[in-house]
């Protein structure tokens, strides 16, 4: 992992702390964004998004929603959103896989309920866990 790809990393964790500071729905937002064409601008090898920071990467995802992110229902404590931002980006960096495909890999609900286990863990570690976890649940 390079120094811009961690930075990214970083990036990423950010945003989805500020999409607590905003109150939007914690599960809508992480959905839309992995899903979005944001996070597959990100994806790519190189593009203009990956050097805009966390505020300019959160107008962009709204617009993409039409303007507006629900803010009712569960917001989650920054941490655990920061922990799945930056999980779901290194683990683009470290598989290649890209956001969409992680994302049903490992949707929301799975993250922040392994959380509390393995957000002390290596990435790479949470990240094998994870894969582990859904291979159990779907059969290759």
Known sequence: MNELELKLCDIQGRLFELSAEKRYNSAVFVKTFMTSETAKALDSRY???????????????????????????????????????????????YSGEDSAKIYKQAPVKTMKRNYVMFHTMDPVLAIEDLKEIHGQRTPE
């Open 47 to 93: 593009n203009r998004m990956q050097w805009a920071g966390e505020e300019y990467l959160l107008e962009e995802i709204a617009s993409e929603a039409g303007g507006v992110l629900p803010s009712r229902g569960e917001v989650f404590s920054k941490d655990v959103l920061y922990w799945i931002g930056y999980i779901y980006r290194y683990w683009h960096y």
